[in-house]
């Protein structure tokens, strides 16, 4: 509000952002990052996304109802049974975003 300039460590501090880079490493954690992400179960990112973005706008029932449906459509997922199976194989899972 006070249109004051703030480091990135300030607001790192501050838990405005998550993390800081160095301005040299930034491609090279943001490529990290996003195949990191590319990996996991995807269909459950936008899931999770999606409740995010809903929860400004909801009453605390209001968002525990969508969680709770969402919960059941991730439960629904191909990924979801390829993660309880790879857990309990003690293996790393091979998602495929259905």
């Known amino acids: 509000m006070l249109g004051d300039r703030l480091s990135a460590a300030q607001a790192a501090e501050w838990g405005l952002i998550w993390r800081v880079v160095e301005d040299a490493a930034l491609v090279d954690e943001a490529t990290a ?29 209001q968002q525990l109802d969508l969680e709770r449906d969402l919960q059941k459509q991730a439960a629904a997922t191909e990924d979801f049974r390829e993660g309880v199976a790879a857990f309990l194989e003690k293996r790393p899972p091979r998602f495929v975003g259905r």
């Open 33 to 61: 990052l996003a195949r990191h992400l590319a990996q996991q179960p995807t269909r459950a990112l936008a899931l999770i996304k999606q409740a995010l973005n809903a929860s400004p706008g909801n009453t605390l029932d």
